[in-house]
Protein backbone atom coordinates (compact mmCIF):
# COMPACT_ATOMS: atom_id res chain seq x y z
CA UNK A 1 0.00 0.00 0.00
CA UNK A 2 1.20 3.39 -0.76
CA UNK A 3 2.51 5.47 2.10
CA UNK A 4 0.87 8.85 1.86
CA UNK A 5 2.92 12.14 3.64
CA UNK A 6 1.11 15.44 3.92
CA UNK A 7 2.51 18.95 3.35
CA UNK A 8 3.25 20.42 6.41
CA UNK A 9 3.17 23.86 4.79
CA UNK A 10 -0.75 23.10 3.74
CA UNK A 11 -1.63 21.60 7.08
CA UNK A 12 -3.14 22.90 10.54
CA UNK A 13 -2.49 21.38 13.79
CA UNK A 14 -3.71 22.52 17.35
CA UNK A 15 -0.07 21.49 18.00
CA UNK A 16 1.74 24.52 15.89
CA UNK A 17 -0.11 26.49 18.40
CA UNK A 18 0.85 25.11 21.36
CA UNK A 19 5.05 25.81 20.75
CA UNK A 20 8.08 25.17 23.35
CA UNK A 21 11.07 26.95 23.46
CA UNK A 22 14.01 25.57 24.64
CA UNK A 23 17.12 27.40 24.99
CA UNK A 24 20.12 28.18 26.89
CA UNK A 25 20.49 30.39 29.59
CA UNK A 26 19.53 33.34 27.79
CA UNK A 27 16.09 33.00 26.93
CA UNK A 28 14.47 36.31 28.36
CA UNK A 29 15.36 38.69 25.31
CA UNK A 30 12.73 37.71 23.19
CA UNK A 31 9.91 36.75 25.59
CA UNK A 32 6.22 38.58 25.45
CA UNK A 33 5.17 38.61 29.05
CA UNK A 34 1.64 39.31 30.57
CA UNK A 35 0.66 43.05 31.73
CA UNK A 36 -1.74 42.65 34.79
CA UNK A 37 -4.82 44.66 35.39
CA UNK A 38 -5.72 45.59 38.33
CA UNK A 39 -9.09 45.42 39.36
CA UNK A 40 -11.58 46.26 42.15
CA UNK A 41 -13.44 43.79 43.62
CA UNK A 42 -15.91 43.00 46.97
CA UNK A 43 -14.40 40.03 48.64
CA UNK A 44 -17.60 40.35 51.20
CA UNK A 45 -20.33 39.87 48.30
CA UNK A 46 -19.77 36.29 47.64
CA UNK A 47 -20.19 32.31 49.01
CA UNK A 48 -17.14 29.62 48.54
CA UNK A 49 -18.02 26.32 48.98
CA UNK A 50 -15.61 22.83 48.69
CA UNK A 51 -15.43 19.78 48.49
CA UNK A 52 -15.21 16.55 45.85
CA UNK A 53 -17.19 14.62 43.37
CA UNK A 54 -16.84 11.39 43.43
CA UNK A 55 -18.23 7.46 42.01
CA UNK A 56 -21.48 6.78 44.32
CA UNK A 57 -20.06 3.13 43.98
CA UNK A 58 -16.74 3.26 43.70
CA UNK A 59 -16.13 6.24 45.63
CA UNK A 60 -13.46 7.06 43.04
CA UNK A 61 -12.92 10.59 42.64
CA UNK A 62 -14.74 12.32 39.32
CA UNK A 63 -11.66 14.65 37.48
CA UNK A 64 -13.09 17.37 35.57
CA UNK A 65 -16.70 17.13 36.48
CA UNK A 66 -18.66 20.17 35.56
CA UNK A 67 -20.52 22.25 38.03
CA UNK A 68 -23.19 24.73 36.92
CA UNK A 69 -25.06 26.98 38.94
CA UNK A 70 -28.68 26.78 37.74
CA UNK A 71 -30.08 29.47 35.80
CA UNK A 72 -26.98 31.92 35.32
CA UNK A 73 -23.50 31.04 33.16
CA UNK A 74 -21.75 30.86 36.53
CA UNK A 75 -19.38 27.44 36.69
CA UNK A 76 -16.54 25.71 37.41
CA UNK A 77 -14.81 22.26 36.96
CA UNK A 78 -13.67 19.56 39.05
CA UNK A 79 -9.42 19.43 39.09
CA UNK A 80 -8.01 16.09 38.71
CA UNK A 81 -8.34 14.70 41.95
CA UNK A 82 -12.15 15.35 41.96
CA UNK A 83 -12.07 18.26 43.91
CA UNK A 84 -14.17 21.62 43.29
CA UNK A 85 -14.07 25.45 44.91
CA UNK A 86 -16.82 27.59 43.60
CA UNK A 87 -17.56 31.36 44.40
CA UNK A 88 -21.57 32.32 44.44
CA UNK A 89 -22.64 35.87 44.77
CA UNK A 90 -24.97 36.22 47.57
CA UNK A 91 -28.16 37.39 45.86
CA UNK A 92 -27.64 33.50 44.20
CA UNK A 93 -27.82 31.33 47.44
CA UNK A 94 -30.95 30.08 46.56
CA UNK A 95 -30.59 28.46 43.46
CA UNK A 96 -29.93 25.28 42.51
CA UNK A 97 -26.31 23.57 41.57
CA UNK A 98 -25.97 21.42 38.60
CA UNK A 99 -23.39 18.75 38.45
CA UNK A 100 -22.25 16.49 35.53
CA UNK A 101 -20.09 13.92 34.40
CA UNK A 102 -19.85 12.24 31.30
CA UNK A 103 -21.27 8.40 31.52
CA UNK A 104 -23.25 9.87 34.86
CA UNK A 105 -26.67 10.87 35.95
CA UNK A 106 -27.08 14.49 36.88
CA UNK A 107 -27.38 15.66 39.96
CA UNK A 108 -28.65 18.99 40.77
CA UNK A 109 -28.15 19.96 44.61
CA UNK A 110 -29.32 23.12 46.66
CA UNK A 111 -27.05 25.48 47.23
CA UNK A 112 -28.31 26.26 50.66
CA UNK A 113 -27.90 22.91 51.66
CA UNK A 114 -24.19 22.60 50.97
CA UNK A 115 -21.26 23.45 53.40
CA UNK A 116 -18.41 25.80 52.94
CA UNK A 117 -15.91 23.06 53.28
CA UNK A 118 -15.61 19.13 53.06
CA UNK A 119 -19.17 18.91 50.91
CA UNK A 120 -18.90 15.09 49.14
CA UNK A 121 -21.41 15.00 45.90
CA UNK A 122 -21.65 11.25 44.42
CA UNK A 123 -23.01 10.46 40.86
CA UNK A 124 -24.05 7.46 39.76
CA UNK A 125 -23.55 5.45 36.66
CA UNK A 126 -26.04 6.18 34.00
CA UNK A 127 -26.63 2.92 32.07
CA UNK A 128 -27.94 3.30 28.12
CA UNK A 129 -29.64 1.41 26.32
CA UNK A 130 -28.21 1.16 22.76
CA UNK A 131 -31.40 0.66 21.25
CA UNK A 132 -33.24 3.42 22.20
CA UNK A 133 -30.07 5.87 21.01
CA UNK A 134 -29.31 4.43 17.56
CA UNK A 135 -32.96 4.96 16.08
CA UNK A 136 -32.00 8.06 13.83
CA UNK A 137 -28.65 7.06 13.64
CA UNK A 138 -26.72 8.32 10.23
CA UNK A 139 -25.73 5.95 7.95
CA UNK A 140 -21.85 6.14 9.22
CA UNK A 141 -19.53 7.72 11.51
CA UNK A 142 -18.16 9.70 9.22
CA UNK A 143 -21.43 11.57 7.93
CA UNK A 144 -22.37 11.98 11.25
CA UNK A 145 -18.89 14.27 12.10
CA UNK A 146 -19.36 16.34 9.08
CA UNK A 147 -22.81 17.25 9.94
CA UNK A 148 -21.64 17.73 13.60
CA UNK A 149 -19.23 20.34 11.79
CA UNK A 150 -21.48 21.63 9.52
CA UNK A 151 -23.89 22.75 11.98
CA UNK A 152 -22.14 25.42 14.08
CA UNK A 153 -24.74 28.03 12.82
CA UNK A 154 -27.69 26.20 14.58
CA UNK A 155 -26.39 24.25 17.26
CA UNK A 156 -23.57 27.01 19.18
CA UNK A 157 -24.08 30.34 20.36
CA UNK A 158 -23.81 32.11 17.66
CA UNK A 159 -23.50 36.08 19.11
CA UNK A 160 -20.45 37.45 20.12
CA UNK A 161 -20.30 37.13 23.94
CA UNK A 162 -17.85 38.10 27.10
CA UNK A 163 -16.27 34.60 28.62
CA UNK A 164 -14.60 35.40 32.33
CA UNK A 165 -12.23 31.89 32.27
CA UNK A 166 -9.41 31.06 34.59
CA UNK A 167 -6.10 29.56 33.41
CA UNK A 168 -3.54 27.30 34.86
CA UNK A 169 0.42 26.29 33.36
CA UNK A 170 2.02 23.94 35.00
CA UNK A 171 5.67 22.88 33.81
CA UNK A 172 7.00 19.56 35.91
CA UNK A 173 10.42 17.80 36.08
CA UNK A 174 9.75 14.47 36.33
CA UNK A 175 7.09 14.72 39.19
CA UNK A 176 8.04 18.00 40.76
CA UNK A 177 6.74 21.20 39.77
CA UNK A 178 9.42 23.58 38.80
CA UNK A 179 7.09 26.15 37.03
CA UNK A 180 3.67 27.53 37.56
CA UNK A 181 1.65 30.57 35.72
CA UNK A 182 -2.01 30.86 36.73
CA UNK A 183 -4.18 33.81 35.06
CA UNK A 184 -7.81 35.17 35.37
CA UNK A 185 -8.87 36.28 31.41
CA UNK A 186 -11.27 38.22 29.39
CA UNK A 187 -12.51 36.10 26.41
CA UNK A 188 -14.25 38.00 23.46
CA UNK A 189 -16.16 35.28 21.65
CA UNK A 190 -16.79 35.18 18.31
CA UNK A 191 -20.12 33.82 16.84
CA UNK A 192 -19.96 30.04 15.61
CA UNK A 193 -20.33 31.15 12.00
CA UNK A 194 -18.15 33.87 11.74
CA UNK A 195 -14.58 33.59 10.71
CA UNK A 196 -13.27 36.08 12.93
CA UNK A 197 -11.07 34.90 15.54
CA UNK A 198 -11.45 35.22 19.39
CA UNK A 199 -9.61 37.54 21.43
CA UNK A 200 -8.29 37.93 25.07
CA UNK A 201 -7.63 40.27 27.59
CA UNK A 202 -5.90 39.47 30.68
CA UNK A 203 -7.68 40.77 34.43
CA UNK A 204 -4.89 39.02 36.57
CA UNK A 205 -1.78 36.67 36.44
CA UNK A 206 1.06 34.67 38.92
CA UNK A 207 3.70 32.96 37.57
CA UNK A 208 6.92 31.43 39.06
CA UNK A 209 9.49 29.21 38.12
CA UNK A 210 12.24 27.44 39.70
CA UNK A 211 15.08 27.14 36.99
CA UNK A 212 17.34 25.44 39.50
CA UNK A 213 15.02 22.52 38.65
CA UNK A 214 15.59 22.72 34.85
CA UNK A 215 19.22 22.18 34.84
CA UNK A 216 20.01 24.85 32.61
CA UNK A 217 17.27 24.37 30.39
CA UNK A 218 14.29 26.29 30.58
CA UNK A 219 11.29 25.63 28.92
CA UNK A 220 8.71 28.29 27.82
CA UNK A 221 5.08 27.85 26.13
CA UNK A 222 4.25 29.82 23.51
CA UNK A 223 1.00 30.46 23.40
CA UNK A 224 -0.68 30.65 26.73
CA UNK A 225 -4.63 31.23 26.59
CA UNK A 226 -4.95 30.70 23.20
CA UNK A 227 -3.68 27.15 22.48
CA UNK A 228 -6.51 25.91 25.04
CA UNK A 229 -8.89 28.55 23.31
CA UNK A 230 -7.92 26.80 19.64
CA UNK A 231 -8.77 23.35 20.47
CA UNK A 232 -12.20 24.36 20.35
CA UNK A 233 -13.01 22.32 17.28
CA UNK A 234 -15.94 23.63 16.39
CA UNK A 235 -14.59 27.26 16.06
CA UNK A 236 -11.21 26.10 15.09
CA UNK A 237 -11.62 22.56 13.25
CA UNK A 238 -9.01 23.25 10.71
CA UNK A 239 -6.79 22.41 13.25
CA UNK A 240 -8.12 18.80 13.55
CA UNK A 241 -10.50 17.80 10.28
CA UNK A 242 -9.28 20.49 7.57
CA UNK A 243 -11.10 19.43 4.31
CA UNK A 244 -7.57 18.64 2.95
CA UNK A 245 -7.01 16.13 5.62
CA UNK A 246 -10.48 14.46 6.74
CA UNK A 247 -9.79 11.89 4.05
CA UNK A 248 -7.06 10.43 5.43
CA UNK A 249 -9.09 9.72 8.94
CA UNK A 250 -11.03 6.41 9.64
CA UNK A 251 -14.14 6.77 11.47
CA UNK A 252 -16.04 4.25 13.55
CA UNK A 253 -18.59 3.78 16.47
CA UNK A 254 -18.43 2.79 19.64
CA UNK A 255 -20.55 2.38 22.42
CA UNK A 256 -22.94 5.33 23.18
CA UNK A 257 -23.21 7.12 26.81
CA UNK A 258 -24.89 10.07 28.29
CA UNK A 259 -24.16 13.15 29.83
CA UNK A 260 -26.65 15.86 31.19
CA UNK A 261 -29.26 13.16 31.08
CA UNK A 262 -28.84 13.27 26.89
CA UNK A 263 -27.83 10.17 25.05
CA UNK A 264 -24.72 10.35 23.09
CA UNK A 265 -22.97 9.12 20.17
CA UNK A 266 -19.33 8.04 20.76
CA UNK A 267 -17.34 8.55 17.49
CA UNK A 268 -13.66 6.80 17.12
CA UNK A 269 -11.19 8.70 14.73
CA UNK A 270 -8.35 7.43 13.44
CA UNK A 271 -5.78 8.38 10.75
CA UNK A 272 -5.30 6.00 7.69
CA UNK A 273 -2.52 3.36 8.68
CA UNK A 274 -0.99 4.06 5.31
CA UNK A 275 -0.62 8.02 6.61
CA UNK A 276 2.99 8.20 7.60
CA UNK A 277 2.33 12.19 8.65
CA UNK A 278 0.78 13.09 12.73
CA UNK A 279 -2.23 13.49 12.56
CA UNK A 280 -5.05 12.44 15.79
CA UNK A 281 -6.13 9.64 17.47
CA UNK A 282 -9.42 9.91 19.61
CA UNK A 283 -13.22 9.85 20.26
CA UNK A 284 -15.79 12.45 19.53
CA UNK A 285 -18.91 12.83 21.90
CA UNK A 286 -21.83 13.82 20.02
CA UNK A 287 -25.54 14.72 20.89
CA UNK A 288 -28.02 12.28 19.71
CA UNK A 289 -30.66 14.52 19.11
CA UNK A 290 -28.81 17.58 17.77
CA UNK A 291 -25.44 16.19 16.80
CA UNK A 292 -23.72 18.73 18.69
CA UNK A 293 -20.17 18.09 19.78
CA UNK A 294 -20.73 17.84 23.45
CA UNK A 295 -16.88 16.73 24.33
CA UNK A 296 -13.79 15.47 22.93
CA UNK A 297 -10.56 13.16 24.06
CA UNK A 298 -8.18 12.64 21.54
CA UNK A 299 -4.13 12.29 20.97
CA UNK A 300 -1.60 13.00 18.26
CA UNK A 301 0.18 10.34 16.56
CA UNK A 302 3.91 10.53 17.01
CA UNK A 303 4.57 7.42 15.19
CA UNK A 304 6.58 9.67 13.07
CA UNK A 305 9.05 10.82 15.68
CA UNK A 306 10.90 14.01 14.10
CA UNK A 307 7.34 15.39 12.45
CA UNK A 308 5.76 15.08 15.72
CA UNK A 309 8.47 17.12 17.34
CA UNK A 310 8.85 19.67 14.48
CA UNK A 311 5.21 20.45 15.71
CA UNK A 312 6.46 22.16 18.79
CA UNK A 313 10.11 22.73 19.14
CA UNK A 314 10.89 26.42 18.45
CA UNK A 315 14.78 26.24 19.63
CA UNK A 316 16.59 24.64 21.57
CA UNK A 317 20.83 23.80 22.60
CA UNK A 318 22.83 22.02 20.03
CA UNK A 319 24.19 19.53 22.44
CA UNK A 320 20.65 18.79 23.51
CA UNK A 321 18.20 15.73 21.66
CA UNK A 322 14.55 16.49 22.54
CA UNK A 323 11.58 13.32 22.05
CA UNK A 324 7.96 13.72 22.24
CA UNK A 325 6.41 11.76 24.70
CA UNK A 326 2.73 12.40 24.66
CA UNK A 327 0.36 14.74 23.46
CA UNK A 328 -3.24 14.68 24.91
CA UNK A 329 -6.23 17.25 24.46
CA UNK A 330 -9.45 17.61 25.70
CA UNK A 331 -12.24 20.02 25.24
CA UNK A 332 -15.67 20.39 26.34
CA UNK A 333 -19.34 21.88 25.98
CA UNK A 334 -22.41 22.73 27.80
CA UNK A 335 -25.44 23.81 26.71
CA UNK A 336 -28.06 26.72 27.85
CA UNK A 337 -31.07 27.43 25.90
CA UNK A 338 -31.00 24.87 23.24
CA UNK A 339 -27.43 26.12 22.76
CA UNK A 340 -23.72 25.17 22.85
CA UNK A 341 -20.78 26.81 24.18
CA UNK A 342 -17.11 25.95 24.63
CA UNK A 343 -16.88 25.52 28.56
CA UNK A 344 -12.93 23.82 29.42
CA UNK A 345 -9.94 22.41 27.35
CA UNK A 346 -7.04 20.85 28.24
CA UNK A 347 -3.88 20.04 27.13
CA UNK A 348 -0.52 17.46 28.41
CA UNK A 349 2.42 17.27 26.42
CA UNK A 350 5.70 15.08 27.81
CA UNK A 351 8.82 15.32 26.48
CA UNK A 352 12.45 13.77 27.08
CA UNK A 353 15.37 16.01 27.18
CA UNK A 354 18.70 14.41 26.71
CA UNK A 355 22.09 16.07 27.08
CA UNK A 356 25.19 14.72 25.14
CA UNK A 357 27.60 13.03 27.80
CA UNK A 358 25.26 12.80 30.34
CA UNK A 359 24.00 9.58 31.30
CA UNK A 360 20.46 9.95 31.93
CA UNK A 361 17.65 11.88 30.69
CA UNK A 362 14.91 14.18 32.27
CA UNK A 363 11.36 14.01 31.36
CA UNK A 364 9.11 16.82 31.78
CA UNK A 365 5.12 17.12 31.31
CA UNK A 366 3.66 20.07 30.51
CA UNK A 367 -0.40 20.40 31.66
CA UNK A 368 -2.63 23.49 30.74
CA UNK A 369 -6.12 24.16 31.60
CA UNK A 370 -8.38 26.97 30.74
CA UNK A 371 -12.33 27.39 32.34
CA UNK A 372 -14.95 29.55 31.51
CA UNK A 373 -16.81 30.00 34.88
CA UNK A 374 -18.88 32.64 33.63
CA UNK A 375 -19.90 34.65 30.51
CA UNK A 376 -22.60 37.04 29.25
CA UNK A 377 -23.64 38.58 25.45
CA UNK A 378 -21.42 40.81 24.38
CA UNK A 379 -23.29 43.98 24.23
CA UNK A 380 -20.42 46.51 23.83
CA UNK A 381 -19.66 46.44 20.24
CA UNK A 382 -15.85 45.59 20.97
CA UNK A 383 -14.61 42.64 19.22
CA UNK A 384 -10.94 43.59 20.55
CA UNK A 385 -10.45 44.91 23.33
CA UNK A 386 -7.00 47.59 23.63
CA UNK A 387 -4.26 45.79 25.43
CA UNK A 388 -5.13 42.40 24.08
CA UNK A 389 -3.29 39.33 24.11
CA UNK A 390 -1.64 38.28 21.38
CA UNK A 391 -1.51 34.49 20.46
CA UNK A 392 2.11 34.00 20.43
CA UNK A 393 2.03 35.29 24.48
CA UNK A 394 4.07 34.09 26.66
CA UNK A 395 3.81 34.65 30.26
CA UNK A 396 6.73 36.41 32.14
CA UNK A 397 8.27 35.18 35.61
CA UNK A 398 5.87 36.98 38.41
CA UNK A 399 5.39 35.61 41.81
CA UNK A 400 3.11 38.51 42.46
CA UNK A 401 -0.28 37.12 44.45
CA UNK A 402 1.24 33.70 45.61
CA UNK A 403 1.49 35.37 49.29
CA UNK A 404 -2.16 36.32 49.20
CA UNK A 405 -4.71 34.50 50.14
CA UNK A 406 -7.58 36.58 48.77
CA UNK A 407 -5.55 37.00 45.30
CA UNK A 408 -8.21 36.12 42.89
CA UNK A 409 -11.06 37.48 45.07
CA UNK A 410 -14.52 36.77 43.44
CA UNK A 411 -13.36 35.14 40.62
CA UNK A 412 -14.10 31.02 40.21
CA UNK A 413 -10.98 29.31 39.48
CA UNK A 414 -10.11 25.61 39.20
CA UNK A 415 -9.06 24.12 42.83
CA UNK A 416 -5.81 23.25 43.03
CA UNK A 417 -4.42 19.63 43.38
CA UNK A 418 -2.19 18.78 46.10
CA UNK A 419 1.11 18.48 43.95
CA UNK A 420 -0.22 22.56 43.22
CA UNK A 421 -0.96 23.35 46.53
CA UNK A 422 2.48 21.82 47.84
CA UNK A 423 4.13 23.89 45.20
CA UNK A 424 2.43 27.50 46.17
CA UNK A 425 3.18 26.53 49.91
CA UNK A 426 7.21 26.86 49.05
CA UNK A 427 6.56 29.49 46.59
CA UNK A 428 5.27 31.15 49.66
CA UNK A 429 8.09 30.24 51.71
CA UNK A 430 10.32 31.88 49.36
CA UNK A 431 9.26 35.30 48.87
CA UNK A 432 9.22 35.76 52.66
CA UNK A 433 13.05 34.31 53.00
CA UNK A 434 13.36 37.25 50.56
CA UNK A 435 11.31 40.39 52.16
CA UNK A 436 13.07 42.82 53.85
Known amino acids: MKK ?14 VIILLVGNNFNAEATTFQQEDSQQNTQSYTEFKGIVIDSNTKEPLAFADLTVNSTNIRTVANREGRFLLKVPNNLLDKMLTVSFLGYKTQEVLLKDLKNKNNKIALNISITELTQVRINIPKDAETLVRAT ?20 ETIKKRKKNASLSEAVVKIYKQPYNSEKKDAIKLIKSRKNTNYSKLDTLALKLQGGPFSTLYSDIIKYPEYIFAEDTFQYYDFSFEPSTQINNRKVYVVRF ?12 GKLFIDSETFALTSAEYKLNIENEKQAMDLFLRKKPRKVKISLIEALYRVDYQTKNGKWYYTYSNIQLAFKVKWKKKLFSSTYTLNIEMAITDWEKNTTGIMKPKNSLKPTIILGDEASGFSDPEFWGKYNIIEPEKSIESAIKKIIKQLKKIKP
Open 4 to 17: VILNKIDRFFISSI
Open 149 to 168: LDREGNNYYNEPAIMTAFYR
Open 270 to 281: KQHPNVVSSLYD
